[in-house]
């Protein structure tokens, strides 16, 4: 009789959690005959919209891959070399690497995938540490990953009679810098002094014509290899939640605290679950009575790296390739740049608005 390997004779967790699947599937098929295609199905439409309707079939599938293309011809120009200039001067009082407002500048810019991975290559390139890269991933989560959302956000803003200048200033740009200095003093601390000269050029030597082509297919994969497999698992998940009945009460919840939190609920739940483009573009429609305090909060939390599916899918999935982090690494550090973000929307909700209203 052949030897049962000794590794095999003890349960491990794994095999506990897979045995009562099989039970479970076949009390489900025993007593509800239907409940496993009903579940199949409700996943399919909770996956569908986002994936299909969304990234494969709309503007903002096409919007990734003009996004790296953007990008990686601004990195040609010298975009990335010029902002480590004027960011050096800087980061040298707070001993960082000036490396880490990269992903920020790119986000902006083009897209929030296209940042990671473009800024990520860079930031190893840079000798970045790990904390510094964690750092880069938190302060990119402040700014708008699209720059549709700023400007839908600013027509939305002067339907409501609120100065964005100031908001602005206090919301997207000083975020670049005050975030960076309080994470490198309290959470990631192992962060270092460099001056221009240790750091390399970042400017490739391609062609145009070859950094164009390149980077339509990079940006191709990207959508395809990364971004809908991350998306797709992540519906997945709330496909479930939804089956099993839990996911409207969270809604509800979510809700609450939104506007416990000084942001319009609304476009507050729109940016966290669904696209942040489509919550600023909604507040033009909402009745101009509403309390411009949930306003302000709503256009700081949409001008963020949300929502949520990219944070906890897109994001670590494109850094762990492009960067020193594993994706559990990215995930934390992107979770701390939201709960930032969160915060920032609910100060600058309460105490910043009576300064705002026209």
């Not at 990335?80 to 490396?99: C, E, H, S, W, Y």
């Amino acid at each position: 009789m052949e030897k049962i390997p000794q590794n095999r004779t003890k349960w491990k967790i794994y095999e506990v959690i897979g045995v009562l699947i099989v039970f479970t599937a076949l009390v489900l098929l025993f007593l509800a005959p239907d409940s496993l295609s009903q579940l199949f199905d409700t996943i399919i439409k909770e996956v569908t919209p986002v994936v299909v309707d969304t990234f494969l079939t709309s503007e903002v599938g096409i919007a990734v891959i003009v996004s790296v293309i953007i990008g990686r011809i601004l990195e040609r120009l010298g975009f990335t070399d010029g902002l480590i200039r004027l960011m050096v001067p800087i980061m040298q009082l707070f001993k960082i690497n000036p490396a880490v407002i990269i992903p920020s500048a790119y986000n902006i810019l083009g897209d929030i995938n296209a940042a990671g991975k473009i800024a990520g290559p860079i930031l190893v390139k840079a000798k970045a540490t790990k904390a510094e890269q964690k750092i880069a991933v938190a302060t990119m989560i402040q700014s708008p990953q699209s720059f549709a959302t700023f400007v839908l956000g600013l027509i939305a803003l002067s339907i409501f009679g609120i100065n964005a200048f100031l908001l602005v200033l206090l919301s997207i740009f000083a975020p670049l810098i005050l975030v960076p200095f309080i994470l490198s003093r309290t959470i990631y601390r192992d962060t270092k002094k460099v001056t221009l000269h240790e750091l390399p050029r970042f400017t490739p030597n391609t062609t145009f014509l070859n950094t164009t082509f390149s980077s339509a297919k990079e940006g191709t994969s990207l959508l395809l290899l990364v971004i809908i497999p991350a998306v797709t698992v992540i519906f997945i998940l709330i496909g479930i939640l939804k089956f099993s009945g839990v996911w409207d009460p969270i809604e509800t919840s979510m809700a609450s605290v939104f506007t416990l939190l000084s942001i319009e609920p609304v476009s507050g739940i729109v940016s966290f679950l669904i696209a942040p483009t489509l919550a600023v573009a909604q507040m033009g429609d909402f009745v101009t009575t509403i309390d411009p305090r949930l306003i302000v909060g709503g256009f700081v939390l949409a001008n963020s790296g949300l929502p949520i599916y990219v944070i906890v899918g897109q994001i670590p999935a494109t850094w762990a390739e492009t960067s020193d982090l594993r994706e559990l690494e990215v995930i934390y550090a992107a979770l701390v740049g939201i709960v930032i973000r969160i915060a920032t929307a609910c100060v600058l909700g309460y105490f910043l608005t009576p300064f705002l209203v026209v």
